[in-house]
């Protein structure tokens, strides 16, 4: 039963100037909001004493988090902007550039993040000589590799599809670099525990492309097509074309990543170029498996996009052609967002993290702990999500890209499955078996690979969506086995499957509730998601204090 309709009871042309000025007001009361919150207050709810091993996770991922919410909920403006701007195809095209980006990314950085915090934590090793290692091997890989994209544009733009494309490549050559470059100086601020300063150039990157596509997109496009801001027509028509609403995308990326290189050169101050034989060595041989798991990681994670252009019969969808698809697709996966923001910000406060605690003989209930209320996080996120999409689906400004809804709670839960395995992952970076994780990213990539190829000609982009789920939920259970035998941790199993599976069933038990006022839906969805919401916090409170006392043992 499809929940999305076009009903009579429901506003589907929102004013779009009244979309962005909720969405601002929103996010200017939530960083006023945040000024007034007090951490202690909200840990002490939880008795959570200030000797606890997890105060200082919760703290971090607390102000990481900060930056990785508003900085997605400020992209996330732009998901009704380009919706709105750019036809299906188009941007298909956007999202497939952007596919391929992911895995320029990874070959560019060759697993010199992790392995920077490896041996960072190593108290062998010279912090310093590490930071040095790491930052020359990335300069010189990406200067050779973003040299050779750019002189040969044209046909690697011939061989993506379209040799016409080649200036986008060479755009993308110029923010592979600075992607590079700049990984190991976050890294270092993060394992220094300068959250903040971290946070703070995120934001400000992010900032500056919004702005940006705001002012070429929304106030350039209106002026030169006569839609409004007629005063300045003249001006917006000197560097704008509608015809090229798309390279705009691109550009402006680069442009704002380049807006970031200046404030992370006190990081470099007492940078010298450097290559230790003996401890690049030793750091190759632990990155390059996490070379081959972040290439893995793109097939399951974008190639999907890729594999619907390629393996889409002509004609299955009556008015939308592959790059259609592609584009439909792209922009409902942009609705689980919020399960993807979670695992980011948790990602990035709990790897300097895990590292630190690797050695205490308490770690293994630590990180079990971690596990669990991870789990609850992204579950309470998957059902407040799921429930909302009648309302959620109006960021996407034009119908034809909502064709895709019904499939988002598929990709919330497949996003769920990706931030539990990044938990169990970390016994291959703490063993230094990071070899393991290759072998289980390639294994959910054939199952992508043949989930895709055997799906997609029946169900379309529904096949992208259950290869999606099956490759992460594999991974997981794969991991848990493999992970078992070299790093034990006394996972609570049956609490984290009992709420993901309950959560599922109030989802799917949604679909056949048919209510035609939409205020009342609203009404009845929310009403689920804080009695569900509710019990848990009931139940848990109770559990956090034994949890707690087990842990101070």
Request: charged content about 15%.
């Amino acid at each position: 039963m499809t929940r999305f309709s076009t009903s009579t009871n429901i506003k589907t042309n929102f004013d779009y100037t009244q979309q962005v000025a909720f969405a601002l007001g929103f996010l200017k009361d939530l960083l006023f909001s945040v000024k007034e919150i007090n951490f202690a207050q909200i840990l002490e709810i939880f008795h959570v004493h200030k000797s606890f091993v997890l105060k200082k996770l919760l703290s971090d991922t607390a102000l990481y988090g900060l930056s990785s919410v508003l900085g997605r909920l400020l992209n996330y403006l732009l998901v009704p902007l380009h919706t709105g701007v750019l036809a299906t195809s188009s941007y298909g095209v956007v999202s497939k550039f952007y596919a391929y980006a992911a895995f320029f990314n990874v070959l560019y950085t060759f697993g010199m993040e992790t392995a920077f915090f490896r041996f960072s934590a190593d108290k062998m090793q010279d912090k310093q000589e590490v930071f040095n290692v790491s930052f020359t091997v990335i300069l010189v890989i990406s200067l050779l590799s973003s040299g050779l994209l750019y002189v040969l544009a044209v046909p690697v733009a011939g061989w993506i599809g379209d040799a016409s494309q080649a200036q986008f490549v060479r755009w993308f050559a110029g923010i592979f670099f600075i992607d590079a470059i700049v990984i190991v100086p976050f890294a270092r601020l993060r394992m220094e525990n300068r959250a903040k300063k971290f946070a703070t150039v995120r934001l400000i990157n992010i900032v500056m492309n919004v702005i940006l596509n705001y002012l070429v997109l929304y106030f350039f496009h209106q002026a030169v097509t006569g839609e409004g801001f007629e005063s300045i027509s003249v001006f917006a028509a000197r560097f704008y074309s509608p015809a090229d609403a798309m390279s705009y995308v691109f550009l402006i990326n680069l442009i704002a990543n380049a807006f970031v290189l200046p404030l992370l050169i006190p990081e470099l101050k007492n940078y010298v170029p450097k290559f230790r034989f003996e401890l690049l060595k030793k750091m190759l041989r632990y990155g390059y498996p996490i070379v081959l798991m972040g290439l893995f990681f793109c097939i399951n994670e974008v190639g999907n996009r890729n594999f619907l252009e390629w393996w889409l019969p002509e004609g299955y969808y009556a008015d939308a052609n592959s790059l259609d698809a592609v584009g439909i697709f792209s922009a409902c996966y942009k609705l689980s967002i919020f399960i993807s923001l979670a695992v980011q910000a948790f990602k990035y406060a709990a790897e300097p993290f895990f590292f630190g605690k690797a050695a205490d003989k308490n770690s293994p209930k630590v990180f079990a702990v971690v596990m669990r209320y991870f789990v609850i996080a992204c579950t309470l996120m998957f059902l407040g999500v799921s429930l909302n999409l009648d309302t959620l689906q109006y960021f996407l400004r034009q119908e034809s890209y909502r064709a895709a809804m019904d499939l988002v709670p598929i990709l919330l839960m497949a996003n769920v499955f990706l931030g539990i395995y990044y938990n169990l992952a970390v016994c291959f970076k703490l063993t230094d078996k990071t070899i393991y994780g290759a072998y289980l990213g390639g294994l959910g990539a054939i199952i992508t690979l043949l989930g895709n190829y055997s799906l997609i000609p029946l169900l379309g982009y529904w096949g992208c969506a259950w290869s999606t789920l099956a490759c992460y939920a594999f991974m997981c259970v794969a991991c848990y086995w493999w992970g078992e035998k070299y790093f034990p941790v006394p996972y609570f199993l049956k609490s984290a499957l009992s709420v993901m599976f309950l959560a599922a069933v109030v989802v799917w038990a949604t679909t056949w509730i048919e209510i035609a006022d939409v205020y009342m839906k609203f009404g009845v969805m929310n009403g689920l998601f804080l009695t569900f919401s509710a019990i848990i916090v009931f139940y848990e409170r109770k559990q956090f204090t034994r949890i707690q006392a087990s842990m101070r043992t």
